[in-house]
């Protein structure tokens, strides 16, 4: 069974560029989220997607944004890149809306985003 | 206060020790409480997890230990292996919106000696 698959593994963009970071989820799961892992940080929530609509957002500027297609795959993207969007960007998913149950979220290996 | 608090920071044992993680937490509004693991370049992997209408779940070597009225919660690593040497994040979920999302700790990095 592929797990969630996550595009590119690495990436580096220069300041003021746009981004663009995929996903694609454990097949039968509907449920998208995407979290961002500073260096030595915990990960944050940016955004979560359930049957194609927008379910929840963190605390994170309107140069986030994101979508989900009808395969249930998502796309981040970041405009306007800052240095401080340096991170590993991890995508999640789940089965339901809930995010909950035995299994939790199961995350990708995510993307490594360098921005200079 | 969406936060939760993880100590320590990293974390050293000898092998067959019992390392232990230690979280807490303000919201009374958290409702589940998983532990993840997170080895260099890979993301975050679900270990164990559990709901604070329960004081203790085991699964394998790992333990956690729930204490609902000090809003804390712990991990412990029975007969620890060079292998589980990784990064360790606890995190709590919450509702809001609508769904559910989850706010992690900070992180333990964790290194099993041989």
């Known amino acids: 069974d592929a797990g969630v698959t996550q595009s590119p593994t690495h990436l580096i963009k220069t300041r003021g560029q746009h981004v663009t970071l995929r996903c694609s989820p454990i097949s039968g799961h509907k449920s998208v989220s995407w979290y961002q892992q500073v260096l030595g940080q915990g990960p944050q929530f940016i955004f979560q997607?359930?049957?194609?609509?927008?379910?929840g957002r963190g605390n994170f500027p309107d140069r986030f944004s994101a979508r989900q297609f009808p395969n249930y795959s998502s796309e981040l993207n970041v405009n306007a890149l800052l240095l401080g969007d340096s991170a590993l960007y991890l995508c999640?998913?789940?089965?339901?809306?809930?995010?909950?149950?035995?299994?939790?979220?199961?995350f990708g290996s995510g993307t490594r985003l360098t921005v200079v | 206060q969406q936060q939760v608090k993880q100590s320590p920071q990293s974390l050293i044992v000898q092998k067959g020790g019992i390392p232990i993680i230690n979280c807490a937490y303000e919201?009374?509004?958290?409702?589940?409480f998983p532990w993840y693991q997170q080895f260099p370049g890979k993301g975050p992997a679900l270990l164990i997890a559990?709901?604070?209408?329960?004081s203790e779940k085991k699964e394998g070597r790992f333990t956690i230990s729930f204490n609902k009225s000090a809003k804390q919660f712990s991990l412990h690593i029975m007969d620890s292996q060079p292998g589980d040497s990784a990064t360790y994040f606890c995190?709590?979920?919450?509702?809001?919106?609508?769904?559910?999302?989850?706010?992690f700790g900070t992180g333990t990095r964790l290194k099993v000696l041989a």
């Open positions: 999640a998913s789940n089965p339901s809306v809930l995010g909950q149950g035995a299994y939790g979220y199961t």
């Open positions: 997607y359930y049957e194609k609509e927008e379910r």
């Open positions: 919201n009374t509004a958290f409702d589940y």
């Open positions: 995190a709590a979920s919450i509702l809001g919106s609508g769904t559910y999302k989850y706010i």
């Open positions: 559990i709901r604070p209408d329960v």
